[in-house]
């Protein structure tokens, strides 16, 4: 059976026993000193719609609406700052980090409609993907080639 203990200059922050990926991660979140981790997301309230986009769909596009302005730098990638789960994702926080940005994140493998209706929600087929002022930036090449363009492009995006 699987156990962690979670430690910051040798103190024990944390003790996981078990296999639970969820909790791991909202430990490691927690204990990370990221103070920019947003909540788990929120289901959004159904509304009255005149248009002809079924009831679900809107209520996806309404969360995911609010969830890339949730922060002026917003990040959603594959797990967290403090455990990416995929090459693309670690290299875009390191780029973020090596530039100093203050950034809001979202783990799209804790919540597969989140992962699948952002997709389409910006047309963007891959992830992490990089928002700034609620606009989808790109992914990792398009925001290296920014930096490469002008290492200062997202300063005073983040405050």
Not at 109 to 135: C, H, I, M, N
């Amino acid at each position: 059976m699987p156990f962690f203990v979670l430690t910051k200059s040798r103190k024990v922050l944390d003790q996981i026993s078990g296999a639970d990926p969820s909790k791991l991660s909202l430990s490691i979140t927690q204990h990370s000193g990221n103070t920019l981790a947003l909540p788990p997301a929120q289901p959004t309230t159904t509304s009255t719609t005149t248009t002809q986009q079924p009831p679900e769909e809107e209520d996806l596009n309404t969360r995911l609406s609010k969830l890339v302005a949730s922060a002026p730098v917003m990040l959603f990638m594959k797990g967290t700052p403090a455990a990416p789960q995929c090459g693309f994702s670690r290299q875009l926080v390191a780029l973020l980090r090596e530039h100093g940005v203050r950034y809001g994140f979202f783990n799209i493998l804790a919540d597969d409609e989140v992962r699948q209706g952002l997709k389409t929600f910006s047309d963007w087929p891959t992830y992490p993907q990089l928002y700034v002022a609620g606009q989808l930036t790109g992914g990792l090449d398009i925001v290296k080639e920014e930096f490469e363009n002008d290492p200062d492009f997202l300063k005073g995006s983040s405050e």
